[in-house]
């Protein structure tokens, strides 16, 4: 309203007359009676300025205001400086009402943020005024005590969570700050405020850090070594402004510990006209500065620290097992590690990727009480996802560690370091506690749902016990170190006697361990001298599901919308659309081609009687002993099936087609026992395709090379168009301008998935089912296959400078054949006791059959004949 009054009372003078706005901050120590309030001014641009940012690619720009106190300026003889100025950033977006009128958005914004870009929390003191935080300032002293080295007589200190933000509203040309990490590590050396007391930051429009700068957190209890080298002498970080992140971090160990910025600021109560092209949202135009590590590590066993080798020499072409050289130098203190609450794991800050480091375990061996590891380099471990592709550590005396590495990249620019250890252990039963002995001694307690570390050591076998303590029973000792699934027998601890069993399946682990040992549900079901946790037989006696499902007829149309019509034209002896003027042109493909609103239809498949049954019932009682309750059943049949080709010009309309004299598919699945088992028992399979009472009667498969290419295009452009949704999200956003919606896609970011809850509850990573198949068959039956190729020269290429090409140029682009009822009669397939995931059976049944095609070769070409 302010805007169209002033406009309205303007008329002809508009880009003549100023509008200034005021601006008065309302901060807490306004309330006192020493401090004065703040003021500041602001000159909107004119309305022809305004225009044309409105019309500019960024449709933004930004503004410093200085605000001072109110009594400034009456007696400019008098004035004394005791109260400091506060400086505000305002961006301005603008945008156009009815193509012509400025419609302008005043955000107020800090000068700068700070952002902690670390994984750990951080306490940032500045003696500057007017700087905010989303947590209150947690001390202000006035007495003439500090940490850094001067007296101050205020400083102001703010705790930082991970991303979170300290926004800067001082004046001047510089800030000062420092900081120190907040929480107490819970292992490794301990670190005080920032190394070299202050650090000074450049503030203003035209002042930037043109470098990284490296910065350490001094350990406050240093050894007395008088060859200690001077990196290791604390946790390094890096304070950069935001974009030299996203350009990627350039860590040189040669940075100095001295920031480099642009020189002769400007002073100005309102700085220069500043616009962002890059910028989307008004708060990428506030200046970010962030506090951040190039590498930190996640341990995920929970019993290791990290220490920086001591050694001067860079490093070239050395590897893990090379540097037995390094042992007897003298160990720096170990790094700080901490509890993070978003990892809920041990983190330690690292140094920078070319920095040799040591892996500490503590132990009674040795005469430090810590075990070391091979020195090795951040970028020495590559990059992966964990389990088996992670990297072994060794120890320094070359045998090999329980502990692997893996890294991968955060969204914030840095390397994470992840520890693991060769093997857990997680508890999957539903209700009992699981007590786990090893033959080495260690013993684990673990609740539902919960996982531990399991170790072996020189790589020997690892070979363990279950024991329910409530149930008083336990298996016999197996082994578990080998990928596999195994049956164990739980026995009673006091008579020996079985009463139920459990399944171990040893798996490829993921991101916590290199293999996961699950332990299974216990079942006592079915189990001689099984006492506990019977169910009675009358829950079960009527039990009895099924679902069934028939459809008379099911037709599945293929329509073609992106044609170019003219083309079209031109292949048919029809016009798909008299008035070509109505067309909607909906998107401009790739291709050049032309989205239309005619449906042309390109193919159709039919299914008559198609019925799918599925049913499960219980048994008290079952005939076999040591049996399942539960059968299941699953059943579907198809009488018959055709498949068109709907092309106008084709000579083969009828593609695929089986004959009415048998069903086209009989399929039936018959398993014992519960179907989201680890192990699920399949009594049978069996498969029949068009074959009644023994008899196989053909299947019709006639087709054509322009048939196959028409329908490879399709696909082709289906997966270019969903490739654009895929991993993306929609956004409406309403335009004031334009008076509608704008729709964008927007890529939606990948989270990583973290195997452990906040609860603790852990994940393990899913496997394959397994099924154990008693007895598998497939039905002979009988293809006639027709096929005519014409190639088309616009899908092949000439081949060239190789032997033979004269002869491939003729077989893929000159060639031309007819295949007529080439008859393929293949065998049926039977197999039985066949183990292993779903497609192992599938993969069996398919190289089964291919051997067949391999010796009907001669079939087919008898029936080619040659153009």
Not at 268 to 282: F, G, I, K
Not at 386 to 409: C, H, M, N
Not at 588 to 614: G, M, W, Y
Request: charged share 20%; hydrophobic share 35%.
């Amino acid at each position: 309203d302010i805007l169209h009054n002033f406009y309205a009372d303007a008329s002809g003078y508009i880009n003549e007359r100023v509008l200034i706005l005021q601006i008065s901050p309302v901060l807490d120590e306004t309330k006192s009676e020493n401090t004065e309030s703040l003021c500041g001014s602001f000159c909107v641009p004119p309305m022809n300025e305004l225009v044309a940012l409105a019309t500019s690619e960024s449709q933004m720009s930004s503004y410093e205001v200085f605000c001072y106190p109110s009594s400034r300026g009456q007696d400019k003889n008098t004035i004394v400086q005791q109260q400091n100025p506060m400086v505000a950033q305002i961006t301005l977006k603008v945008s156009l009402v009815q193509d012509c009128y400025p419609f302008v958005e005043f955000f107020l914004q800090p000068r700068a943020v700070i952002e902690n870009k670390m994984p750990v929390s951080l306490c940032v003191c500045t003696p500057m005024p007017y700087t905010f935080s989303s947590s209150l300032s947690l001390m202000k002293s006035n007495d003439g005590h500090n940490d850094f080295g001067s007296n101050l007589s205020k400083r102001s200190i703010h705790e930082l969570e991970p991303s979170d933000k300290l926004e800067i509203f001082t004046a001047g040309n510089s800030i000062a700050i420092s900081a120190k990490c907040a929480d107490n590590p819970i292992g490794g050396g301990v670190t005080g405020w920032l190394d070299g007391e202050w650090l000074d930051l450049p503030l203003g429009r035209s002042r930037r850090l043109l470098e990284p700068i490296r910065c350490v957190f001094p350990f406050t209890v240093r050894r007395s070594d008088p060859t200690s080298l001077n990196r290791t002498g604390g946790s390094e970080f890096f304070v950069m402004e935001s974009q030299q992140a996203m350009a990627g971090l350039n860590m040189d160990p040669e940075i100095k510990n001295s920031s480099k910025a642009t020189q002769n600021p400007r002073d100005d109560s309102q700085s220069a006209l500043y616009t962002s092209d890059s910028a989307e949202r008004p708060q990428e135009l506030v200046r970010s500065i962030w506090l951040t590590v190039t590498n930190f590590a996640v341990d995920h066993t929970g019993d290791i620290l990290f220490e920086q080798a001591r050694y001067n020499a860079h490093r070239t072409n050395a590897r893990l097992q090379n540097n037995k050289m390094l042992a007897s130098k003298l160990h720096s203190v170990p790094f700080s590690a901490f509890s993070s609450k978003y990892h809920r794991r041990r983190i330690t800050l690292l140094p920078n990727s070319t920095v040799p480091i040591h892996l500490v375990q503590l132990t009674m061996d040795g005469a430090d009480g810590m075990r070391r590891s091979l020195p090795f380099c951040i970028e020495d471990i590559p990059l992966c996802d964990g389990g088996v592709e992670s990297t072994s550590i060794q120890w320094q005396d070359d045998r090999p560690s329980e502990y692997f590495a893996y890294r991968k990249l955060s969204s914030n620019y840095q390397s994470e370091i992840h520890i693991i250890p060769e093997f857990v252990i997680f508890n999957g039963c539903t209700k009992n506690n699981i007590l786990i002995r090893s033959h080495q001694g260690e013993q684990v307690m673990l609740e539902s749902g919960k996982m531990a570390p399991i170790h072996r050591q020189h790589q020997q076998s690892l070979i363990i016990t279950i024991e329910l303590i409530d149930l008083d029973a336990a298996t016999t000792p197996i082994r578990v170190d080998l990928l596999g699934l195994k049956v164990c027998v739980l026995n009673s601890m006091s008579t020996g006697a079985p009463i139920g069993y459990t399944v171990i399946q040893t798996m490829n682990g993921a991101q916590d361990s290199r293999f996961v040992v699950k332990v299974g549900s216990i079942n006592n079901g079915g189990v001689a001298g099984a006492q506990r946790g019977n169910i009675s037989g009358g829950l079960f006696s009527n039990d009895f599901f099924r679902v069934r499902c028939s459809l008379s007829q099911l037709e599945i149309t293929l329509n073609d919308t992106q044609l170019d019509t003219v083309k079209w034209k031109e292949n048919t002896s029809h016009t798909l659309l008299e008035d070509s003027s109505n067309h909607n042109q909906l998107m401009q493909p790739s291709d050049e081609s032309k989205f239309n609103d005619t449906q042309v239809r390109a193919a159709q498949l039919c299914f008559h009687q198609v019925t799918i049954d599925f049913q499960r019932i219980f048994k008290d009682k079952p005939k076999i002993p040591n049996s399942f309750h539960e059968k299941s059943q699953f059943a579907m049949a198809i009488y018959h099936i055709r498949a068109t080709d709907s092309y106008p010009e084709t000579k083969s309309p009828v593609v695929f087609e089986s004959s009415p004299q048998a069903n086209f598919l009989d399929l039936r699945i018959q398993t014992r026992g519960p179907l989201d088992a680890d192990l699920v028992k399949v009594d049978l399979f069996d498969l029949k395709l068009a074959n009644s009472n023994g008899v196989s009667h053909p299947i019709v498969l006639d087709t054509s090379e322009d048939f196959i290419w028409r329908m490879f295009d399709i696909v082709d452009r289906v997966r270019k168009s969903t490739a654009k949704l895929a991993g993306g999200d929609i956004k409406l956003d309403w335009d004031e301008g334009k008076d509608s919606f704008t729709l964008d896609i927007m890529e939606v970011p990948k989270r990583g998935h973290d195997d452990l809850d906040e609860d603790g509850t852990y994940h393990p990573p899913r496997s394959d089912r397994l099924y154990d198949v008693k007895s598998a068959s497939v039905s002979p039956f009988k293809v006639l296959v027709s096929f005519k190729r014409q190639p088309q020269l616009s899908r092949y290429q000439l081949a060239t400078k190789f032997q033979g090409a004269t002869l491939m140029n003729y077989i893929t682009i000159n060639l031309k054949f007819t295949v007529d009822d080439a008859e393929l009669l293949l065998s049926g397939y039977h197999g039985n006791n066949i183990k292993g995931p779903s497609d192992g059976l599938l993969e069996i049944i398919k190289t089964y059959y291919l051997d067949q095609l391999k010796k009907k070769i001669l079939t087919l070409v008898m029936a080619t004949r040659l153009k």
